[in-house]
């Protein structure tokens, strides 16, 4: 339990009450000092704000006291400000900080503190705020990302699983790697280009000064899909409606940027937000989709703007469809700081399918967790018209 999860505060932290009677200034629920309290506006009793919280969450609309209904207000002003009068040992005391603070300022010098514990990447030992950095700089067991290849390897197997010919021989095959993509990437706006200058033959789309070409497909819309439109989630990540733009989406999701920013800073998500600008990023992990609201038309698959979210080498295949039958597909290799544009231009389909697996953690984004989320950023698509 951290200070910001705490019920009230202990009585026995109070260092000077000038007087004043603590007793009175207890949370009827935890019996502790008062912590952020609020009140009834019924019957004016101050409740800690965590408390209360919890208890309604159980007793929805109920006041503890037995009013018809729980309204919130503010705590009641001479309540505050005899709150406000109060000196309190930091909670990290027992771990060694001698301040004592003020009421009012005890939530700033808890959030601050250098002797609140946090936990080590690599070991998992528990080490506090001021000595953190000393021991991640000299843990053996953290984890450490190679700038130039992208290896995750322990800083004890440097000597082992990091060396001078193996960090070349990663970035050698990358390059291969990327070679390819590259050649594939060529040759579809190879393609594109002959597309655009027979439409512009068919079509005669040639400005004025015969030196532009202008394509206007009367039967072909693209559009590009930055899913601000969808609705905010500030607090929190949703589904994307199974119905949107005209497509049916299944198993992927969509959050805010001040969502990504709050709770995982150095996550992939946030990459992806610094790159587009959109008020909205999806993403899906494992296995997901995107087809065609009706069953007897097809549209183009583009393009797509995409990095992994937690994970570096994470391996992302695009299958594309018609009636059941594979039509295209795509490996792409992600990672977690370098969005990537992948140029596709799939005609004629009527599903996507989206696979993730692989990849190795990330250390930098302060995760656990064993998970192959991908983020999408922007998806262009062409549809019939």
């Known amino acids: 339990v951290t200070s910001m999860e705490q019920k009230g505060i202990p009585a026995d932290r109070v260092c000077d009450a000038s007087g004043i009677s603590v007793g009175h200034l207890e949370c009827s629920i935890c019996h502790d000092l008062l912590r952020k309290p609020i009140a009834c506006q019924s019957c004016e009793t101050p409740f800690c704000s965590v408390c209360i919280y919890r208890w309604l969450i159980a007793n929805p609309n109920n006041c503890p006291n037995q009013c018809e209904t729980f309204v919130e207000r503010k705590c009641p002003p001479f309540i505050a400000k005899l709150l406000s009068q109060l000196h309190i040992a930091c909670y990290y005391q027992s771990k060694g900080c001698p301040q004592i603070i003020s009421y009012e300022a005890l939530d700033k010098h808890e959030s601050e503190c250098d002797y609140q514990p946090q936990q080590c990447p690599g070991c998992r030992l528990q080490i506090l705020k001021k000595d953190f950095h000393n021991h991640t700089k000299n843990c053996a067991s953290v984890g450490l990302t190679c700038q130039d290849c992208c290896l995750v390897y322990k800083r004890v197997d440097t000597a082992t699983k990091h060396t001078d010919n193996i960090c070349l021989s990663k970035q050698l095959r990358q390059l291969r790697g990327e070679s390819k993509q ?19 033959e068919s079509y005669n789309v040639f400005n004025a000064d015969k030196k ?8 072909f819309a693209k559009v590009t ?10 607090a929190e990540c949703k589904n994307i409606p199974s119905i949107y733009r005209g497509l049916a989406w299944n198993k992927i999701s969509y959050m805010d940027k001040s969502y990504a920013v709050k709770t995982c800073p150095k996550s992939g998500y946030v990459t992806s937000f610094d790159s587009c600008g959109s008020v ?15 069953t007897t ?5 583009i393009s797509l703007d995409a990095c992994a979210a937690w994970k570096n080498d994470l391996e992302l295949t695009i299958t594309g469809h018609r009636n059941l039958a594979l039509i295209d597909t795509h490996t792409v290799t992600l990672f977690v700081n370098r969005p990537q544009h992948i140029l596709l231009e799939w005609d004629n389909i009527d599903k996507i399918i989206f696979k993730s697996s692989g990849g190795t953690t990330d250390p930098d984004s302060a995760t656990s967790a064993n998970d192959t989320q991908v ?6 698509i062409g549809l019939d018209l």
């Open 225 to 234: 899909i930055k899913f601000d439109d969808l609705p905010s989630v500030s």
């Open 280 to 294: 909205h990023i999806a993403y899906l992990k494992d296995e997901a989709s995107i087809s065609i609201e009706s």
């Open 182 to 200: 590259n050649k594939q990437e060529l040759h579809k706006l190879t393609n594109l280009w002959d597309k655009m200058c027979k439409l512009s």
């Open 212 to 219: 532009t070409i202008v394509v206007s497909d009367p039967e």
């Open 297 to 301: 038309e097809t549209f183009t698959l």
């Open 375 to 380: 983020v999408i950023n922007q998806l262009t």
